[in-house]
């Protein structure tokens, strides 16, 4: 299923905004805990010398309409279009 350019924004939104989530937990589940899973935790999913610095910079009040036509996925629907 597609998904993987919607998982922040979602997440974000469903999550942290509507109170399930703290921004910290948010960060854990989506960076730190799947980069200790792969084994590649302290070099990624942390923000320390040493690490790879990926980082995303969110406008927390932004909104976005899903159109896959416009994202990076080789998928023509999502099941959040619109």
């Known amino acids: ?17 509507a109170g399930k989530l703290t921004l ?6 989506l960076s730190t805990n799947p980069a200790k899973i792969m084994g590649l935790y302290p070099r990624k999913g942390a923000i320390t010398v040493g690490a790879d610095a990926d980082l995303a ?9 899903v159109v896959p036509s416009q994202m990076e996925t080789n998928a023509d629907w999502s099941p959040f279009e619109g």
């Not at 299923?1 to 905004?17: D, F």
């Not at 910079?57 to 309409?65: C, E, F």
């Open 24 to 29: 910290d937990e948010m960060c854990m589940k």
């Open 57 to 65: 910079i969110i406008h927390p009040n932004r909104a976005h309409k």
């Open 1 to 17: 299923m597609p998904g993987l350019e919607t998982l922040l924004p979602l997440t974000y939104t469903k999550g942290v905004l």
